[in-house]
């Protein structure tokens, strides 16, 4: 009777041949074997279910106060800050959802790794100050009892961002709002900048702005590991798998001039499995949106945009895949180890990888020049044609150099204002965002975390302000323009 229900091979698949036996006779292999064998046997004795048939250790659970779509750098930021920030330890059960756990194609690991506090906005300066005092301090963060510290390899050489004559206005004014809140940046004129690196032409350089302090570049996909590895400690879940749909519940209201507006609550995430047609459906309280370039996918399975054109309810979200390319290129007689990234007055940017005069560097493309975001794969001839004659006229040295590799990656491309977006949906009123960094999002991760768990416990931003960054500014068309996006 017991072996009639048992799984399909238990009989046999459990009893080997053992060598001496006699022909036909059997006896049980016993590494292990027995004991599993009373643990199915147990489970379907009256009194108890018997689940043998189905596995669900690779599902989600059924309840979660928060999902987190999105398993890169800012999600996991945001699941960090929630289980750091919660009233005790276990209050708040947390799961990210991600659907590729290999990260492949996450824009954490394709980034170049990059921190300044070189911008026009204060709330981006403010992040990414918070975020090198994370960084500097991070195994006072992350730090996982009986696991190796973390080594983000940062390297502190500083950002030199170069300007035009028509630009320079721009880049004192920037450097005086840096300055206010407390970065440590200096203005050099072209005779001080080739005085400091001589290896640099500065022809059509009328100002360049150097960043003293905290700034430079870093390991991402430590960084990313290191978050990963540190939520896990603290009981966060995670899952492979595919948000396909929201169940929402509806209330109309009226707001004070009297206009019918209709708020979502989402009560439940369905979570499509890898590699399969079956999905699970997850309760929750929460909804954090961190899906990166994916982001306005999962907004529009909310119902967000699904208005008429100019309100609030069909404002959709603006943030879309930008394709991305970095190149690596081998140059003997290249700038010295002492050399910053460089952001060219051209876009063109470049640093140096490792001790053996290898550099990296792209350009972000023109609106024309925007490649096709349906695949990663590298355009070659843009480097040729677009790239490499500004870096060779700034450094004179590159007119020589090889490309040795390249490749490409997303940019979460906020087609707005370039600007994050942080905090609640004002229609779906359990969606947060931290999405839209269009290429600062891993550098300002540690406080978008933050900003968002605030919120999310809090009911308001605590730290850092950034009620700029709410959704609602796209409706109301209020745009808040960073000037320096590399």
Known sequence: MIRRVLPHGMGRGLLTRRPGTRRGGFSLDWDGKVSEIKKKIKSILPGRSCDLLQDTSHLPPEHSDVVIVGGGVLGLSVAYWLKKLESRRGAIRVLVVERDHT????????????????????ENIQLSLFSASFL??????????DAPPLDLRFNPSGYLLLASEKDAAAMESNVKVQRQEGAKVSLMSPDQLRNKFPWINTEGVALASYGMEDEGWFDPWCLLQGLRRKVQSLGVLFCQGEVTRFVSSSQRMLTTDDKAVVLKRIHEVHVKMDRSLE?????????????GAWSAQIAALAGIGEGPPGTLQGTKLPVEPRKRYVYVWHCPQGPG?????????SGAYFRREGLGSNYLG??????????????????????????WPHLALRVPAFETLKVQSAWAGYYDYNTFDQNGVVGPHPLVVNMYFATGFSGHGLQQAPGVGRAVAEMVLKGRFQTID????????FYLGEKIQENNII
């Open 337 to 345: 180890l002492e050399t910053p990234l460089v952001a060219d007055t």
């Open 362 to 387: 792209g350009r972000s493309p023109t609106e024309q020049e925007e490649p096709d975001p349906a695949n990663l794969e590298v355009d070659h001839d843009f480097f040729q044609d677009k790239v």
């Open 136 to 145: 500097r301090n991070i195994n006072e963060y992350l730090a996982v009892v």
């Open 279 to 291: 999905y699970q459906p997850v309760e929750c309280a929460i909804v954090i949106n961190a899906a």
């Open 103 to 122: 990260y492949s194609q996450a824009s954490t690991g394709l980034s170049v790794g990059g921190i300044c506090q070189q911008f026009s906005l204060p």
């Open 466 to 473: 950034l009620s700029p960054f709410l959704f609602t500014r």
